[in-house]
């Protein structure tokens, strides 16, 4: 609407249905299973059956200890030219 136009009294009814920008919804399926996953298979990954691991004991926290920064002081005669 340009500057002078009347706001109409009542709003137009609107084409809610958008016919551009939007894809169909694709409906997700699982993959068949493969024939060498068999009970006796999935039976291996039973966590139960793992061996005890008695030295999963954590480990005491190391002394970080400071290290001294270099002084650094700028080069005039590096090379780098700005330009």
Same mark, same amino acid.
């Given at each position: 609407?340009?500057? /002078?136009?009347?706001?109409?009294?009542?709003?137009?009814?609107? *084409?809610?249905?958008?016919?551009?920008?939007?894809?169909?919804?694709? #409906? /997700?399926? /699982?993959?068949?299973?493969?024939?060498?996953?068999?009970?006796?298979?999935?039976?291996? /990954?039973?966590?139960?059956?793992?061996?005890?691991?008695?030295?999963?004991?954590?480990?005491?926290? *190391?002394?970080?200890? #400071?290290?001294?920064? #270099?002084?650094?002081?700028?080069?005039?005669?590096?090379?780098?030219?700005?330009?």
């Amino acid at each position: 609407y340009s500057y /002078f136009q009347k706001v109409p009294a009542e709003a137009p009814q609107l *084409e809610l249905k958008a016919n551009y920008g939007l894809v169909e919804p694709v #409906p /997700f399926e /699982f993959p068949a299973l493969n024939a060498h996953w068999t009970p006796e298979t999935l039976a291996a /990954f039973d966590l139960t059956k793992r061996p005890k691991d008695d030295t999963a004991k954590p480990k005491p926290d *190391e002394e970080v200890k #400071p290290l001294k920064e #270099p002084d650094i002081k700028p080069q005039k005669d590096s090379g780098c030219q700005i330009s």
